[in-house]
Nanobody
Framework: QVQLVESGGGLVQPGGSLRLSCAASGSIFRLNAMGWYRQVPGKQRELVAIITSGGSTNFADSVKGRFTISRDSAKNTVYLQMNSLKPEDTAVYYC???????????WGQGTQVTVSA
C-alpha cells in the first residue's frame, strides 16, 4: 500500500506564495514520476506540474513562469513552489505518483489552496 501525504495549503492573498509538499511512503517501487493536479467544483481534475525520475518537468500553460516543481528522491518527496498566485489558482491540489511498469496512479487526499483578498 502507498500513502501520499500532502501539506502546505491554505489561504493567501493575490500575488502571494505557497509551497506544497507531498511525501510518499509504504510499498514504493519504480517511482516514475510525481506531480500535482488541481480541481475546482464542477470541473475535471487538471495537471498543474509533474517531474519524472530523470528530472524532466512539465507544467500547465497557466502556471508556467510562476510555479516550480522539485523532488527529493531520497525522501520520495515532491514540492510545488507557487509564486504570484492568482484567484484562479484557487482549487484543491492533489499529489500524484506514477509507479511501476503500468505507471499506476496513486493520489493524496488533497489540500485546499485559496487565493483571495
Amino acid at each position: 500500500q502507498v500513502q501520499l501525504v500532502e501539506s502546505g495549503g491554505g489561504l493567501v492573498q493575490p500575488g502571494g506564495s505557497l509551497r506544497l509538499s507531498c511525501a510518499a511512503s509504504g510499498s514504493i517501487f519504480r517511482l516514475n514520476a510525481m506531480g500535482w493536479y488541481r480541481q475546482v467544483p464542477g470541473k475535471q481534475r487538471e495537471l498543474v506540474a509533474i517531474i519524472t525520475s530523470g528530472g524532466s518537468t512539465n507544467f500547465a500553460d497557466s502556471v508556467k513562469g510562476r510555479f516550480t516543481i522539485s523532488r527529493d528522491s531520497a525522501k520520495n518527496t515532491v514540492y510545488l513552489q507557487m509564486n504570484s498566485l492568482k484567484p484562479e489558482d484557487t482549487a484543491v491540489y492533489y499529489c500524484n505518483a506514477k509507479m511501476g511498469r503500468a505507471f499506476t496512479d496513486y493520489w493524496g487526499q488533497g489540500t485546499q489552496v485559496t487565493v483571495s483578498a
